[in-house]
């Protein structure tokens, strides 16, 4: 199957309408052994959690039907074994696919209600892998990186104008054509990052306010693609550029995003901000609770405040001084652990995983930092999170990670998002001598010493 970054959509999320199922009929030649079929969407704009909508196991030949309950128009994804397809579901819809698993992308065929939509999301991942692709990082020049992009763009255009848009049901025909608007700017801020591979370190470049032209007449209360990433990012990328231009008072942002915004793209947007200031709010518990209440009390989703709520009531549960979360993880022998096990060390946790770039990245650092302690005054814990497991042992094998190398498996790793709330890794935090918190957001093993000093000097 191809392998390309698949954004996902969830525009009924926030809508709070009783779910109707979306029925497909899916039907698969050479089937793998076992195998089973699912059809897998977003829990929501915010957290952006994979749900499973419906799955079934599935024999070669065999039709099954799988029944999708969505409040309003979705992207979805199906899948089976190694293999996946884009969807795009609609309330009440019936949709027949089939396929033959040897030769995926060249048997599926669609049938039924919105096949149009999908046959032309096939066609587009088809045209995005046969489209020359250059890395941003390889460009240096802001005009020259604007052209390019500008072309792609434009080529992407001439691709849905060519499409049989008329068999396309309006709710898609309004997606498909936004999408081409919007995400591309993504593609355009990932200019402002740069990587240095030598040193390992990413950092940001100032670009200037014309380099951003299509953002600044972004429609920005665009209620139907308020929860599409690409459109969000859009918005994101206005916010920052025209609209809060680097203030940092969270007050002043949470107040310019609520008179600049409106309707679902205010929630999202509003939501979005506090979840990643959430630390900030914790520090200041009075402004926290403020903007937090505020926020549930002009949400027009629940499910979304809600979030927000948990989230908040969470980072309070993790500030310095409180017990350590309990989570537990594997050994490489199979053995339990759990943080409490520690207590009477400083216990330094890195959440990693094999798959993650800048984590692999790191160990070098933490290696070199583990070697300054001794291991009577600090425990080196890593925690491989999300992972496969047999990676994970070959990794060990090449790579010393000291005596405290966990997994965390599945149901491991849903207990410590549950209890620790892991947005990104790597994830670092430092647990004091007595089993409680010092930082639930700690520094990488490059700047991290003088803090994990002071704490063993402290015993």
Not at 216 to 222: F, G, Q, T, V
Request: hydrophobic share 40%.
């Amino acid at each position: 199957m191809l392998v390309l970054l698949v954004l996902t959509l969830l525009t009924g999320a926030a809508t709070g309408q009783t779910p109707k199922p979306a029925a497909i009929t899916f039907r698969c030649e050479h089937a793998p052994p076992d195998a089973v079929v699912a059809i897998t969407s977003v829990s929501d704009p915010i957290e952006w959690r994979e749900i499973t909508l419906d799955s079934a196991s599935i024999r070669s030949r065999e039709v099954v039907t799988l029944d999708c309950n969505v409040d309003g128009p979705t992207t979805a994804e199906l899948h089976i074994g190694e293999q996946y397809a884009k969807l795009f579901l609609e309330p009440g819809m019936h949709l027949t696919i089939s396929v033959d698993y040897d030769a995926f992308d060249s048997t599926l065929t669609f049938e039924g209600d919105g096949a149009a939509n999908q046959r032309y999301l096939l066609r587009e991942l088809l045209h995005d892998f046969q489209t020359p692709q250059t890395k941003y990082t390889l460009f240096t020049d802001a005009a020259t990186y604007r052209r390019y992009i500008d072309s792609v763009q434009n080529s992407h255009r001439d691709f849905y104008r060519t499409s049989d848009t008329l068999a396309m049901t309006p709710a898609f025909r309004h997606y498909a054509a936004s999408v081409i608007e919007y995400q591309y700017v993504y593609s355009l801020n990932m200019f402002s990052v740069t990587y240095d591979p030598a040193t390992q370190q990413f950092s940001n470049r100032e670009l200037p306010d014309w380099f951003y032209s299509s953002v600044r007449n972004l429609p920005l209360n665009d209620d139907v693609m308020a929860a599409d990433p690409h459109y969000m990012t859009a918005v994101d990328v206005y916010l920052d550029r025209f609209v809060i231009k680097g203030e940092n008072d969270l007050r002043t942002v949470d107040r310019k995003i609520d008179s600049t915004l409106s309707g679902s793209v205010q929630d999202v947007q509003l939501g979005t901000f506090l979840r990643r200031r959430i630390n900030a709010l914790v520090r200041d518990q009075t402004l926290g609770d403020s903007l937090v209440s505020a926020y549930e009390s002009t949400c027009t989703s629940p499910g979304l405040s809600s979030i927000i709520r948990g989230q908040y009531n969470l980072a309070l549960s993790l500030r310095k001084g409180q017990p350590a979360p309990m989570v537990s993880a594997i050994d490489i022998n199979g053995e339990p652990h759990t943080l409490q096990e520690l207590k009477g060390k400083v216990v330094y946790v890195d959440i990693w995983a094999t798959w993650c770039l800048p984590c692999v990245a790191a160990m070098k650092a933490s290696r070199e930092l583990r070697r300054e302690f001794s291991t009577d005054d600090i425990a080196f814990v890593y925690i491989a999170f999300e992972d496969d497991i047999e990676r994970w042992r070959s990794y060990l094998k090449n790579n010393d990670l000291g005596p405290h190398a966990w997994f965390a498996d599945e149901v491991m790793s849903e207990q410590i998002q549950q209890r620790i709330g892991v947005h990104g890794i790597p994830r670092y935090m430092i647990i004091d001598h007595d089993g409680n918190i010092h930082s639930a957001e700690a520094p990488g093993p490059d700047h991290v010493k003088t803090t994990l000093q002071e704490l063993v000097d402290r015993e």
